[in-house]
């Protein structure tokens, strides 16, 4: 069979969602944002709900996510996405809203924000990508980043001593009443992608039901502030990050009563 | 004629909102302005009018609400006092940069830093400046009584979608603690979501197949995109000066002498020129209610019948700079003011007038 | 039988020849060729495009997006 007879509208079997645009991303070679962006925008084509979805971009390596999610956006100041996505979602409450944050973002500036947006219980999700780096800003010390990690802030690795430890907030953020679902995800292999694109669904379908706040965080790479090969960042991060940051639920709605 | 109502001014900024129809209210309580947000809960327009409010977990949380809801072409109001302004600033920058309507009233203390919690004007660099980061300016309106605590929400309301440009009430503890009556506006509608759409075609309410998606920003990386930005915001503040100058003349059509005054000062200023004038002293009091746009040309105008210009503001001398950029040299121009919390009297100012002005 | 045949297509300008596709491969099918794209990229291709099976892994990671996936039942002996 001549490959031509295969490449057919009526054989294809996956496609890039139409809901990224065509702007090439901005993000280094394998880098998980890439495909965190996807499946996001697939779950919000799968459902059907592009017109009902807002989502706030972070500051950091993923600034520009609203140039690559073809869905009304805001920029948020440096940590305060949930700040904006707490109001966007009172006044629009039949809206689906998120936030798409990363680990300084998130975890050290924007901190009060998470915290308290999980515990007021806002209905809105937030995506959490943690490389335990600094991206954007050229590989400095995150607030996820690993005992004896190095990076360009700790650049003989971190030393909790002088450092301080790094910071599990999605744990911290599952003690909170007001957070619904909380999990951590990975995306750097066929499988993990297709369990983190379920959990990214659960998410949605549950931020319907107005019972709180739906966090998940992504274990990712960031080959270029780790100073190696995406290939070698990926397994880097199974052999390192994963025993630190385990993936799988961390609190999971719980079957109603009857 | 309007509701009567004996209220503080904080409490007729917070029943102008309601009755305003704006759609949020974000804040975080700092002495002098809690009321707002106590008289807010106390309200619970979210049962009426489906306004929100909420208690941030601090005030720049709240900033970051009201872009929130800016963003999605909702008209949001927010209050604090000197410190928590301070802290709000960056919001503000970032709302200014992305175009977005919105209502800051600031009930100004001493200060700097942590201050105390008396009246004061000290923040009108601050308010007119800038405040935040980069080449921007708030429309600052500054109300002397609790009636304009309450009327001049309705300004800002239409000010802050003509330009889509955050509007700043820069009020201070004599107004806003004071209680005067009011009369109350009658209460508009909130929009429905519809006619938000309408009216803010760029907000982000969710993207329809229609339309290209809207984004809200402040970020461009691109120097020659962020230039033209940045210049079709200095446009805005030119129209402003243009169209939307707000002043008030006192006793001026024969004046020798001027005072320059806003808010509170300029309600103890008015006293003083009814002192001077028993004295037989041809003294007027030009108001500037608008603080941004400056009425700078007004007061150069008069600047060619008066013989000196006394700007008073409980500051160590703030305002006095644009006055003095107004009328370019040609008469003098003095400062007198108290500051740090402590009010002068008209007597004070009378005798400022007779020290620098007539000496 | 029924043998299970699979193509992808990669965007080649948009491939940043990360790699990742390559191990996500059950049956080897991808590499990385030895030639650039526009941006100086060894962008990533079926070296062994007989043993493509359609199944999507290699698109599923991409973080670009830029694979698309067809499958076909074929008949075969």
């Not at chain 2, 707002?36 to 327009?45: F, S, T």
Request: a neutral charge; hydrophobic letters at 40%; charged letters at 20%.
């Amino acid at each position: 069979m001549d490959i031509k007879d295969i490449i057919k509208p009526e054989n294809l079997v996956y496609r890039r969602t139409p809901l990224l645009t065509d702007k090439p991303l901005s993000y280094c070679p394998g880098c998980g944002h890439g495909t965190i962006h996807r499946i996001i925008m697939e779950v919000i084509e799968e459902m059907n709900i592009q017109d009902k979805t807002i989502g706030i971009a972070p500051v950091g390596c993923s600034v520009l996510a609203y140039e690559f999610m073809d869905i009304d956006m805001q920029q948020a100041a440096h940590g305060r996405a949930t700040a904006l996505a707490t109001a966007i979602k009172r006044l629009l409450p039949d809206r689906f809203v998120f936030t798409y944050q990363g680990d300084g973002d998130l975890a050290a500036i924007g901190t009060a924000e998470t915290i308290h947006a999980c515990n007021r219980g806002e209905n809105f999700i937030i995506f959490f990508v943690n490389n335990g780096i600094y991206g954007m800003t050229g590989g400095q010390m995150a607030p996820t980043t690993l005992p004896g990690m190095k990076a360009s802030t700790c650049p003989f690795g971190r030393d909790t001593k002088i450092m301080g430890n790094p910071l599990k907030i999605t744990e911290l953020v599952a003690q909170l009443p007001g957070t619904y679902y909380v999990t951590r995800q990975a995306v750097h292999t066929p499988n993990a992608v297709r369990k983190a694109k379920k959990a990214v669904r659960n998410a949605f379908e549950y931020s319907k039901l107005n019972k709180g706040l739906c966090f998940i965080e992504f274990v990712s790479n960031c080959n270029s502030g780790w100073k190696m090969n995406a290939v070698q960042a990926n397994k880097w991060m199974e052999e390192n990050m994963f025993p630190f940051y385990p993936l799988g639920d961390i609190k999971v709605p719980q079957p109603e009563k009857v | 004629m309007g509701e009567l109502r004996l209220m503080k001014g904080n409490e007729a900024f917070a029943e102008a909102c309601i009755r305003a129809g704006v759609d949020a209210y974000f804040g975080y309580p700092i002495t002098p302005q809690s009321e707002v947000i106590e008289y807010l809960m106390a309200a619970k327009p979210y049962e009426t009018t489906g306004m929100v409010v909420l208690q941030a977990e601090s005030e720049i949380a709240s900033i970051n609400m009201c872009y929130g809801a800016a963003g999605a072409g909702f008209l949001p109001a927010t209050s604090s006092s000197s410190p928590g302004i301070s802290l709000k600033m960056e919001g503000i920058s970032y709302m200014a940069g992305a175009e977005l309507p919105l209502i800051i009233l600031n009930v100004v203390r001493g200060g700097p830093g942590l201050g105390d919690i008396q009246p004061a004007q000290s923040d009108y660099f601050q308010a007119t400046k800038g405040g935040g980061h980069g080449d921007y300016r708030l429309y600052v309106l500054a109300p002397s009584s609790v009636q304009e605590m309450s009327d001049f929400v309705l300004i800002a309301k239409e000010i802050a979608f003509k330009y889509r440009n955050p509007v700043m009430i820069l009020s201070d503890g004599v107004i806003g603690q004071m209680m005067e009556k009011v009369e109350l506006f009658d209460p508009i509608p909130r929009r429905t979501i519809e006619e938000v759409e309408k009216q803010c075609p760029w907000a982000t309410t969710g993207k329809k197949p229609n339309r290209q998606r809207n984004i809200i920003t402040s970020l461009d990386l691109d120097p020659y995109r962020q230039e033209k930005h940045v210049l079709k915001l200095y446009e805005k503040y030119k129209r402003m000066e243009q169209e939307d100058v707000r002043y008030e003349e006192i006793q001026v059509s024969d004046a020798e002498y001027l005072l320059v005054a806003y808010g509170s000062s300029a309600r103890i200023c008015q006293k003083t020129v009814d002192l001077a004038r028993v004295e037989g002293i041809k003294l007027g009091l030009l108001r500037a209610i608008t603080l941004f746009p400056f009425p700078g040309k007004r007061i150069a105008e008069l600047a060619k019948q008066v013989k000196g210009i006394l700007a008073v503001e409980m500051s160590t001398g703030q305002l006095v700079e644009d006055v003095k950029l107004s009328v370019n040299c040609s008469v003098p121009v003095y400062h007198f003011g108290r500051t740090g919390g402590v009010i002068h009297t008209p007597t004070e100012v009378l005798d400022a007038v007779k020290n620098l002005l007539m000496k | 039988m029924a043998k299970v045949r699979g193509a992808i297509v990669v965007d080649i300008e948009k491939c940043k020849g990360c790699g990742v596709c390559v191990p996500a491969c059950p049956q080897d099918v991808i590499q990385l060729a030895k030639e650039v794209n526009g941006k100086g990229y060894h962008y990533a291709y079926m070296h062994l495009p007989e043993e493509c099976t359609g199944c999507t892994n290699c698109a599923v990671v991409c973080p670009d997006g830029v694979i698309t996936v067809y499958r076909v039942k074929a008949e075969t002996v």
